[in-house]
């Protein structure tokens, strides 16, 4: 698969795409590694049940299982990823979540236009609708530094106050999807979901453009983010030890510019009660 054309001026204009079914002859395989991961991890936050009252977080989250890994490696996902940011692109990491009720409006970052673009695919494992805790996104909000965009990054936070109406009223458009669908959308996109379940599960991968040589310390300050997850190293062992050639391309700036992630992880464990639940 590659994105047309007009697959792309939708991207930039409006800052995600949707993929119905593009992942539909792996949608079985893909939630038995999701679970596998889970079991292997304690079932919930750091280690300990999912109680279903907060967000349960595990990163990384595909670097845990070669099945997830070999994503990186499927047509379809390269597919989207290179015609919107290159064939170097790297991969910045992933999560894999159980959802609790509503996730509010944000964006994952606030990038200029000439910084690198930064994207999530991410991955619902359950039927959601638009009442039922499925992706929500305002076109065109990832436009930093045009009007309508700044002016949002201001205001949406504040919907109650601001116009008087709560998350879930803000005019946007619900991505509803099915097991086997994929989703994209810039960071800096304004996204929520509203009346989700106790136990949704989703995960994502987060890559970006390749950094030019000139911008690596703003890499390096990225990738000190991953500290608050107390990981030490950007991937996982079991993403490096199946990686071929092809992989590595992606793997190889992140890696080169990591090393100062062990000793931020350790002042995080010192500090806080948990890691990050995102």
């Not at 993929?19 to 750091?46: M, P, V």
């Not at 030890?241 to 793997?251: D, F, K, N, W």
């Amino acid at each position: 698969m590659q994105l047309t054309p007009q697959q792309i001026h939708f991207f930039h204009t409006f800052g995600y795409l949707g993929f119905s079914q593009l992942l539909s002859d792996r949608s079985e395989e893909i939630t038995a590694a999701f679970e596998e991961i889970w079991a292997q991890n304690g079932g919930g936050h750091n280690g300990q049940p999912h109680n279903g009252q907060a967000r349960s977080c595990i990163v990384p989250f595909i670097d845990q299982h070669e099945t997830l890994c070999s994503l990186l490696d499927d047509p379809r996902i390269l597919g989207i990823a290179e015609p919107l940011l290159g064939a170097d692109f790297n991969y910045m990491g992933s999560d894999g979540n159980y959802y609790v009720g509503d996730t509010g409006w944000h964006s994952d970052g606030w990038k200029k236009a000439t910084d690198p673009t930064h994207l999530k695919i991410a991955f619902y494992l359950d039927p959601l609708t638009r009442d039922s805790g499925a992706l929500r996104v305002i076109p065109g909000s990832h436009r930093q530094g045009e009007p309508y965009a700044d002016w949002l990054q201001e205001k949406v936070k504040g919907s109650q106050d601001e116009w008087a109406i709560g998350g879930a009223d803000v005019p946007a458009m619900a991505l509803e999807t099915q097991p086997g669908d994929v989703v994209c959308f810039n960071h800096n996109t304004k996204h929520a979901a509203f009346g989700g379940s106790k136990r949704r599960r989703m995960f994502t991968i987060n890559l970006c453009q390749r950094y030019p040589q000139d911008r690596l310390q703003d890499l390096r300050d990225y990738i000190s983010g991953s500290a608050r997850f107390w990981v030490e190293r950007k991937y996982g062992d079991t993403m490096v030890a199946t990686a071929g050639p092809e992989r590595m391309v992606h793997l190889e700036q992140p890696m080169a510019n990591d090393g100062h992630l062990a000793a931020l992880a350790r002042e995080a464990r010192a500090e806080m009660d948990e890691p990050s639940r995102g």
